[in-house]
């Protein structure tokens, strides 16, 4: 069983800043991948931005220049830093990641696992 604790969602006014965190504990051997989506009322869940466990990142096109993710490869944490917010990034930030849980004799054992969530809210 591998579980993602995620912390740091909150109101905040445009223009500021948030720092979400998530945890991955349980059965891990080694990361893949996290990353951070995003679900806005009435909207599907969209990928915000990722990171392998090497530094590898991505973003979406919306938050490029304004959100930073970073990974704590010995914590398994991963971090998403946001700077000036806008109202549009107001979603419910899921945490996500891709881990070896272990290993069969095929081979490693690759989970896909979900954060529960949190809500972040940016006041305009």
């Known amino acids: 069983q591998v579980q993602l604790v995620e912390s740091g969602g909150g109101l905040v006014q445009a223009g500021g800043s948030l720092r979400l965190a998530c945890a991955a504990s349980?059965?891990?051997?080694?990361?893949?991948?996290m990353g951070w989506y995003r679900q806005a009322p009435g909207k599907e869940r969209e990928l915000v931005a990722s990171?392998?466990?090497?530094?590898?990142?991505n973003y979406a096109d919306s938050v490029k220049g304004r959100f930073t993710i970073s990974i704590d490869n010995a914590k398994n944490t991963v971090y998403l830093q946001m700077n000036s917010l806008k109202a549009e990034d107001t979603a419910v930030y899921y945490c996500?990641?891709?881990?070896?849980?272990?290993?069969?004799?095929?081979?490693?054992?690759?989970?896909?696992?979900w954060g529960q969530g949190t809500q972040v809210t940016v006041s305009s």
């Open positions: 996500n990641a891709e881990v070896v849980s272990r290993y069969s004799y095929r081979g490693p054992v690759v989970v896909a696992v």
């Open positions: 990171i392998t466990s090497i530094g590898i990142t």
């Open positions: 349980g059965s891990i051997v080694s990361i893949n991948h």
